[in-house]
């Protein structure tokens, strides 16, 4: 059925970039077989799942939606691909993204923008357009994502589902290829919360393969998307994120669901976080910097694409050949940024003062967190922009991140869930953040505004 929903829409929304329908049905015939001869399966054995392209899959093509890995097939299952497997869930193949995760709309992918299902003159969100438009199309009813600053969420705000950017350290990074990788964290892309969590809980938990990941069982997840109750629970609305630059639709569906939540007996406090204003602009320093030493391997030497290697010319030269050609503008502008944030005398003054505002943001939700349980705010400033709107000015783009970023640099569990349509039919998404390790928080929230 899912393969058939692949088939009729992906040429319309580009949400695939690889479909490997033969590997799913023969999984599915063996988790039949599992289940026929009475094996004791999973909450999730037998349910198809799409995986985003920057995922290592075994015997699969992962290509970061960037040439530069246009024909790389690697040689291991990433963790998340491996509990995936285990667990019986059936993936369906890769979808697209803006090219090694840059972007919030995934115009930047190599192989064309994914497009929105609810208006397919709009953008789906990025990095993770393609995982988000999948389930909101019925293409997969559950998808893996990755967030450096907004990538589940903000795809999730915008195409009405739920993403989920667990407690860094929750869900292992191994095998994922590395954007920012203080900020990187995989996470689920579902419909519903339950399945949000369900999801959670065969990806999470700790990983000896990544020294990030936490030693620690996760906090119960399924159980608190079920108990889905509210009643005493502190919420704090921030403050900073509304106002200039807030779509009033979004504004609207967002006090609504606050008012939701205060009806059913959380109490609602507004809070104040002044660092957060600051949040974009430390991101758009420290993400680069970690950028442009990961993307460093791809040199042409060892994975990849590479250019102009005809016997002629040195190493410098078709290293720079295929950097050239395998890296798209914004990939090109950031590594740019990042080389030069980190040269030697710009050190303290750019990614230096960046890291001590990343501090300034996490005090402020240590002081959030011990007024309230959760914070809430727009997931995005916006409903999902139209295609080609933002690509020629950075800025704007950047801005869509702009309630997001803040629990990458802090580390926090935070979450998008749908909250209704804008007036011209366009999903709204609220953010729930919660501190580290309290994942279930969200999915209290969650689960009950469902
Ligand atoms: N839109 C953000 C960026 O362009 C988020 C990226 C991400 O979370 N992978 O950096």
Redesign the pocket.
Known sequence: LHLDQIEALNPTLNAFLHVDADGAMETARSIDAARASGAELGPLAGVPIAVKDNFCTLGQPTTCGSRMLEDWVPPYDATVVTRLRAAGLVILGKTNM?EF????STETSAFGPTRNPWDTDRIPG???GGSSAAVAAFMAPLAVG???????R?PGSVTGTVGVKPTYGGVSRYGVVA?ASSL?QPGPVTRTTLDAALLHEVMGGHDPHDSTSIAQPLPALSEAARRGDVAGMRVGVVKEFGGEGFEADVEARFHEAVELLRGAGAEVVEVSCPNFLYALSA?YLI?PSELSSNLARFDAMRYGLRVGDDGTRGVEEVMSMTRGEGFGREAKRRLIIGTYALSSGYQDQYYGSAQKVRTLVARDFEAAFAQCDVLVSPTTPTVAFRIGERMSDPMS??K??LCTIPS?LAGNASASFPVGLSSDGLPVGIQVIAPPMADDRLYRVGGFLE
């Open positions: 803006d995760a840059m972007g919030s990025g990095s993770g990755s967030d450096t600053g907004g990538s589940i903000q954007m990187d991101y993400m783009m950047y869509a991140d990458n």
